[in-house]
């Protein structure tokens, strides 16, 4: 790769480059956000806030939902968001009351604080107590993403905010 | 019999290094200064358009460090958007960037192994910022954690480049005598990375509107653009301006070089550096303080005082533009304190550690944001003025084509101590809180402070036995060159230690080609342990040890047989649950002998002993005390050594066996091995030597002539007196 000098060689630069593209082949070009597209909007809630709750947090989407493809809102209250193509339901995999072949119980998701809705306000009225919320010093995550039909997330688009609420978690 | 050549004696003289050369040496490197030496006060322009590489090597190599920043940055701050993208948690982010951290520091290790034998790192520095160009590029497009996952420990891995490669590159581009300053230089323009990372993402996320991908493409081209201007980057050669420039100094023809070392007796040489170790423990300490630091204040000012990315980030290019400038006023001072008193360089950075240590902590607690500011500014420019000061001194310390291993196992060591350093703050952090991890930084901070101090015990020494190795090594090369008589084995100035104990102290030893040498003294004087520095199995601390003027002081044992050394140890000289052929083949196994090659020689070793061919399918532990000797020195034979190394050889052996071995001993001479006979019996020992040493208490009490050594009552009587001693206790036990 080099000559006897330690210069550069056109072999070595070319084998780096193969290598490279070899390695790039486990990327993907398509369908990635590079700009902010700004069209999911937290309204009345800004970063780091402290609430109380109950409390109806309102959104808005500049873009439109389509049966085919990004045709509700997922909301996650303290969860992150499954990778674009996965559903919201494949976080709880390893929950045992989702081992069912049918899927998690009915209103199961909700009551984990993950909720589909084609509203753009939704009511919080229960934050997790008595969980370990170290990692997030004390703040509530709310992320909103959006899901298809089958409650898969559809691009890389997401709102995101983070609150407290005074008294719980502290 | 062979006495040493008084022609070889003469150029162990020539050879000798007095302590003029040291001075002259430490001059030259930087480290030292001399009345008839003017000293180099050029300013840094300088000093830089001067050199070879102007501007250009400290600028690109600063620039890669200014990306190099911007990347860590970028990452750091772009986390969360990354893990609501990716659907990974933090906790996961935190993991991969644990195991960046790690492979960084590891894959650091196979980095200088390309590089140990040809100056090449300016070529891997090349090669490794175009592959990080890519991989931050890559870093754009993934899509999953693993995919994260690899491309981080790829960007970790060619980012070692950074921390390896750079400073020997620039101590070997720039003379040492405005080495802080370039080295002040370089951090300077890592630590502007600070200012230029936080206004970079802010214009990036607001005014251009990137995510995380856009932000990482970004970085990703101007890592890309650094590289293209890295291309014209040469490798300088190892030490030209200062270790090399020492060596052909010494030595009036061109410079010769022995056999070069390999990774392992390389970083077993530096081990051996009492300055390295304190050094390297410093490090292991100090990354334990300074690696989890930059989390715990992000946690400190998020929480305790509600600053967001974009007031730490004006924070971080505050604390950059104060130790820019300190950085700046430094370079000057440290050069001159290194070449006054390169000790008061360690003194000041433990002071550096200390007041960043103190400082920091105490804006834990502050109770206004306007001091916590400037506590913290206070301790990260500390921080920043170990690289050029410490870094510096590290350069001088070792010679130059150590010196990645030397900054290689620096990182480890502060890879190591971040690890710990972060386990035993998350546990504090669970009970007292992030004000109280930092707080408890202190321990680990102030315990480092005190072990850079205690570098400046042994500073001094390391460095004259630095300089003395590399004078010496240039004149017996040069001798080596001229063809002039040296003896076949050679030790200066040997001192040996087990742990903390000393055990033999400025030893000077030499063997002329065909000789046989007696080793004689008490037990516990040092004869096995200067039988181990001969053959490789104990290091040296101080002092050379060459071969035919090979410097072999460091070589692996391995290596050592190679060259035909052959040690015998006392007294469990065979393996006794192998036969006595097998014994034999597992010796000839260091000679890669084939099968059918393997066969006659061990058939021409049995010759020695004919009574041990009878024997040869017979378990070694069934065999008698004396054959078992036997046996010993037929597989030293069996190597054909050219210094045979004997322990003990009579130890529990009857007369008569001992005269037998003892002819096939001077049989060996007689077919060209050079012996060294360690030997209780003083009578035994100079029936076959000429020439004796006698050591006591691990020093050279008496070399000379073996007659001359009978007339040395003073010496013997302990021999014999001990010998009796011995005797009766032997006769105590019912031993014939």
């Known amino acids: 790769m080099s000559d006897e000098a330690g210069r550069v060689t056109p072999r070595g630069i070319l084998t780096v480059c193969l290598v490279t593209l070899l390695l790039l082949s486990g990327c993907t070009l398509s369908g990635l956000s590079f700009r902010k597209d700004g069209r999911l909007t937290i309204e009345n809630l800004a970063d780091r806030s402290e609430i109380t709750i109950p409390y109806l947090l309102e959104f808005s989407f500049a873009g439109t939902l389509s049966p085919k493809g990004a045709s509700a809102f997922g909301v996650l209250i303290d969860w992150t968001p499954p990778p674009p193509g996965k559903t919201l339901a494949s976080l709880l995999d390893n929950d045992p009351a989702c081992s069912d072949p049918l899927g998690c119980p009915e209103g199961y998701l909700e009551r984990n604080r993950i909720t589909v809705t084609t509203e753009t306000s939704i009511m919080i009225d229960n934050v997790p107590v008595g969980t370990d919320r170290q990692e997030s010093r004390g703040y509530h995550e709310i992320t909103i993403v959006l899901v298809d039909a089958e409650g898969r997330r559809v691009g890389e688009t997401s709102a995101f905010a983070r609150f407290r609420v005074p008294g719980i978690n502290e | ?736």
């Open chain 2, 1 to 736: 019999m062979t006495a040493l050549d008084p022609a070889a004696e003469q150029v162990l003289q020539d050879v000798a290094v007095s302590d003029l050369d040291r001075a002259r040496a430490r001059a030259m490197l930087g480290l030292g200064k001399t009345g008839d030496q003017h000293t180099d006060s050029r300013s840094l322009r300088e000093v830089i358009t001067g050199s070879k590489a102007g501007w250009y090597t400290v600028i690109v190599l600063g620039l890669l460090g200014l990306v190099g920043t911007l990347q860590g940055y970028a990452f750091g701050v772009m986390a969360p958007e990354i893990a609501r993208t990716l659907g990974i948690t933090r906790s996961e982010i935190a993991t991969l960037n644990a195991v960046k951290a790690l492979a960084t520091a590891a894959l650091t290790i196979p980095l200088v192994m390309t590089v140990q034998r040809t100056p090449r790192r300016a070529f891997v520095t090349i090669v490794g910022a175009f592959v990080w160009a890519v991989f931050g590029l890559m870093t754009a497009f993934v899509t999953t954690l693993a995919g994260l996952a690899v491309v981080l420990i790829a960007d970790g891995a060619t980012s070692g480049t950074q921390t390896t490669m750079h400073m020997p590159l620039l101590a070997d581009s720039y003379p040492p005598q405005g080495r802080v300053r370039i080295l002040s230089m370089y951090a300077g323009m890592g630590a502007g990375g600070n200012i230029v990372a936080p206004l970079t993402i802010a214009a990036l996320t607001t005014w251009a509107a990137l995510t995380w991908r856009g932000v990482f493409l970004f970085t990703g081209l101007l890592t890309l653009v650094v590289a293209v201007l890295a291309t014209r980057l040469r490798d300088p050669g190892f030490g030209h301006l200062d270790t090399e420039k020492v060596r052909a100094a010494s030595v009036a023809g061109p410079v010769q070089h022995g056999p070069q070392l390999g990774f392992a007796e390389i970083t077993r040489r530096l081990m051996m550096v009492p300055t390295i170790r304190r050094q390297l423990a410093g490090w292991m300490v100090l990354g334990a303080m300074a690696v989890p630091l930059g989390t715990f204040i992000t946690f400190l000012l998020d929480e305790r005082w509600g600053i967001g990315p974009g007031g730490r980030g004006i924070l971080a290019a505050t604390q950059a533009a104060v130790a820019l400038g300190m950085l700046a006023k430094f370079g000057k001072v440290g050069e001159r304190m290194l070449r006054d008193n390169p000790a008061s360089v360690v003194q000041l950075a433990s002071v550096f550690i200390a007041a960043s240590t103190v400082a920091t902590s105490l804006a834990a607690l502050a109770p206004y944001f306007a001091v916590v500011v400037v506590l913290l500014t206070v301790g990260s420019a500390g921080i920043a003025m170990l690289a050029p000061s410490l870094g510096a001194l590290q350069m001088g310390l070792v010679p130059a084509e150590m010196r990645p291993h030397a900054i290689a196992l620096g990182g480890l060591s502060a890879g190591f101590g971040g690890l710990t350093g972060s386990i035993y703050l998350s546990g504090i952090d669970r009970r007292f809180g992030v004000a109280g991890a930092i707080v408890a930084l202190a321990i680990p901070g102030l315990i480092a402070a005190l072990i850079v101090r205690s570098c400046a015990k042994t500073l001094e020494s390391d460095i004259d036995h630095m300089v003395t190795d590399l004078v010496e090594e240039a004149r017996v090369q040069a001798a080596v060159a001229n063809q002039a008589p040296l003896p076949l084995l050679a030790l200066r100035g040997i001192d040996a230690k087990y742990g903390d104990l000393q055990v033999l102290f400025d030893i000077d030893f030499t063997v002329a080609e065909g000789e046989i040498v007696a080793l004689l003294g008490t037990n516990g004087s040092g004869k096995s342990t200067m039988l181990k520095v001969i053959s490789g199995l104990l290091l040296p601390s101080a002092g050379s040890v060459r071969l035919s003027g090979t410097d072999i002081t460091y070589m692996s044992a391995e290596r050592r047989v190679r060259l035909g050394i052959t040690q015998i140890p006392g007294g469990h000289a065979v393996f006794g649950p192998l036969t006595v052929v097998d014994n034999l083949r597992a010796y000839a196994e260091t000679l890669d002998l084939g099968a059918r090659a393997l066969a006659p020689e061990i058939d021409r070793c049995l010759e020695l002993f004919p009574a041990l061919g009878d024997r040869r399918n017979q378990l070694a532990a069934t065999l008698s005390g004396g054959e078992q000797q036997m046996l010993a020195l037929t597989k030293a034979a069996i190597l054909r050594p050219r210094l045979l190394l004997i322990d003990e050889l009579s130890l529990g052996l009857a007369p008569t066996i001992v005269g037998g071995l003892l002819q096939r001993v001077e049989d060996l001479r007689q077919s060209g091995t050079t012996i060294v006979l360690v030997e209780q019996s003083v009578n035994l020992a100079l029936s076959v030597c000429e020439r004796a040493y006698f050591l006591e208490r691990g020093t050279v009490r008496f070399s000379g002539a073996g007659k001359d050594l009978l007339q040395r009552d003073d010496l013997l009587r302990a021999v014999f007196l001990h010998g009796a001693d011995a005797a009766s206790t032997r006769r105590d036990k019912g031993a014939p």
